[in-house]
T-cell receptor, first 114, second 109 residues
Framework: DAGVIQSPRHEVTEMGQEVTLRCKPISGHNSLFWYRQTMMRGLELLIYFNNNVPIDDSGMPEDRFSAKMPNASFSTLKIQPSEPRDSAVYFC????????????FGPGTRLTVL | GENVEQHPSTLSVQEGDSAVIKCTYSDSASNYFPWYKQELGKRPQLIIDIRSNVGEKKDQRIAVTLNKTAKHFSLHITETQPEDSAVYFCAASRYKYIFGTGTRLKVLA
């Protein structure tokens, strides 16, 4: 099993640019989560999907952030326009059936907004 | 809202000693409590978990205890080794994970 796959692993962009982060969950997993990790705020849940449907997006910081899951094997997190305070490591995680099952994290995308 | 408090924020122990990290959660309906280890520059990885119908679980040198009445749960690492040095996160879950703020453990050789 390849585990959760994220791309790109590193992204450096300039303020105002659009950024798209991608995630492929573990095959057969029905729940997908996007987290943001910073030194100041720790690990924050941004949004999670169950069976491709967004269930809770209360952690999405503002309208500049959006997430989609068009099918069971792919999700995107988009930031438009990006700002320096968006610099962080963004993790995608997936779990098998319910949100109380073990979540497996991807390697993360380190985003730097200049 | 729901929150999880984790203490201490940093912990240094001598190799071979034990380490204990404690978490307190606010949502009494939480029913799943995982612990993750994160090495520098790496992803969080599950090391042990416990469900609300169990009071204690052990896996080799690692154990977790849960006190539902007090809404406390703790991670115990015995015979610590340098490779145990990392940041450890607890989480409490009812329908989504609420993570603690992390404990940076340093095992001194």
């Amino acid at each position: 099993d390849a585990g959760v796959i994220q791309s790109p692993r590193h992204e450096v962009t300039e303020m105002g640019q659009e950024v798209t982060l991608r995630c492929k969950p573990i095959s057969g997993h029905n729940s997908l989560f996007w987290y943001r990790q910073t030194m100041m705020r720790g690990l924050e849940l941004l949004i999670y999907f169950n069976n491709n449907v967004p269930i809770d997006d209360s952690g999405m910081p503002e309208d500049r952030f959006s997430a989609k899951m068009p099918n069971a094997s792919f999700s995107t997190l988009k930031i438009q326009p990006s700002e320096p305070r968006d610099s962080a490591v963004y993790f995608c995680a997936s779990s098998s059936t319910t949100v109380t099952d073990t979540q497996y994290f991807g390697p993360g995308t380190r985003l730097t907004v200049l | 809202g729901e929150n999880v408090e984790q203490h201490p924020s940093t912990l240094s122990v001598q190799e071979g000693d034990s380490a204990v990290i404690k978490c307190t959660y606010s949502d009494s309906a939480s029913n799943y409590f995982p612990w993750y280890k994160q090495e520098l520059g790496k992803r969080p990885q599950l090391i042990i978990d416990i469900r609300s119908n169990v009071g204690e679980k052990k896996d080799q040198r690692i154990a977790v205890t849960l006190n539902k009445t007090a809404k406390h749960f703790s991670l115990h690492i015995t015979e610590t080794q340098p490779e145990d040095s990392a940041v450890y996160f607890c989480a409490a879950s009812r329908y989504k994970y609420i993570f603690g703020t992390g404990t940076r453990l340093k095992v001194l050789a």
